[in-house]
């Protein structure tokens, strides 16, 4: 199929990764930068503030690539591999409309061959918070965008502050392993009652929905009174863990402050400390995440 055919906007579609590298190589015609939108797709207005922002990054000039993958080998055998949504028609609407220049939609299929025996292990930010009740995910998130990085081969990735340990493991990822690709972190986009923007909100329940921003409010509680004077981790933790227990039918995973880059737990939350609080809380079957700065 002709490279023209691929990029027109009614047609944004580049299947498997020997396509894409075509259009890399399209793409690479300019110095202007390629700055690429890792995702999961059920693409909301988060991403498509990630994709403003990559289309800043990019300039007049560069190329906005968005990836849409729903990563199996980030979920556990437990988790929501399945009924994660899947959204591939609006998703590909969305990227046209925010005139994306190319959509990678490959099958797990073409990333993965069937005997692949290698893939990435992040030892130490992985411990605690999420990766503490998701054995192996990171390793999975470091695969896979490892792969997306030597597939499309950006000078930038966009990648979102929701998912702050994440983006602190990618960050790490990059140093770590000297990967020629800077990256971007943006900040969280909520709904109007405060809610973050997840893919998985469309999962919850109405009861769920209601309270469902009852997360951010005792994340919010939080600053509020660490910036009136409140320095006792132990002390904020605690006021933290009651509001969100009052949260109807929630289950708490994790409530945690810690440094914002090593993600090590802090004692007090003091003035230039970039300490973090976070939270991951179950309502009913959906695993919603949430986090501030301190
Ligand atoms: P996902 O499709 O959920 O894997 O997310 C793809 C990217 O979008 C990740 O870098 C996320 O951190 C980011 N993202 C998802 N939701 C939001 C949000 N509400 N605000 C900012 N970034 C987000």
Redesign the pocket.
């Known amino acids: 199929m002709p490279l023209r055919r691929l990029l027109r906007p009614s047609k944004p579609l580049v299947k498997t990764a020997a396509r894409i590298s075509a259009a890399r190589k399209w793409c690479g015609q300019s110095d202007a930068p390629v700055v690429l939108?890792?995702?999961?797709?059920?693409?909301?207005?988060?991403?498509a503030?990630?994709i403003c922002r990559a289309r800043r990054a990019a300039g007049p000039k560069g190329k906005v690539v968005v990836s849409?993958f729903v990563n199996p080998t980030q979920f556990g055998p437990r988790e929501d591999f399945s009924r994660y949504p899947r959204t591939f028609r609006d998703d590909a609407a969305l990227c046209r409309r925010e005139g994306v220049d190319l959509l990678f939609h490959p099958s797990p299929e073409e990333m993965y061959a069937p005997d692949a025996s290698l893939s990435l292990v992040e030892g130490d930010l992985s411990r605690g918070l999420c990766g503490a009740a998701r054995p192996g995910h990171f390793n999975g998130v470091c695969t896979v965008v490892t792969k997306l990085f030597n597939i499309i081969r950006p000078d930038l990735a966009?990648?979102?502050?929701?998912?702050w340990q994440?983006?602190a493991v990618i960050r790490r990822m990059v140093r770590d392993l000297d990967i020629p690709v800077g990256i971007i972190g943006?900040?969280?986009?909520?709904e109007d009652d405060g809610l973050?923007?997840?893919?998985?909100n469309r999962l919850l329940d109405p009861a769920s929905r209601k309270v469902a921003p009852r997360i951010h409010h005792a994340l919010t509680g939080v600053v509020m009174e660490a910036e009136a004077g409140e320095f006792s981790v132990q002390r904020l933790k605690k006021g933290l863990m009651k509001d969100l227990l009052s949260i109807p039918g929630a289950s708490v995973d994790y409530a945690e402050i810690v440094d914002g880059t090593t993600l090590q737990p802090l004692r007090k939350v003091l003035p230039g400390k970039k300490g973090r609080v976070l939270a991951a809380v179950r309502l009913g079957s959906v695993r919603l995440i949430d986090n501030l700065p301190l």
């Open positions: 939108v890792p995702t999961m797709g059920a693409l909301h207005r988060g991403h503030e990630l849409v966009v990648f979102g502050e929701k998912d994440q983006l943006y900040p969280t986009v909520r973050a923007m997840s893919s998985r």
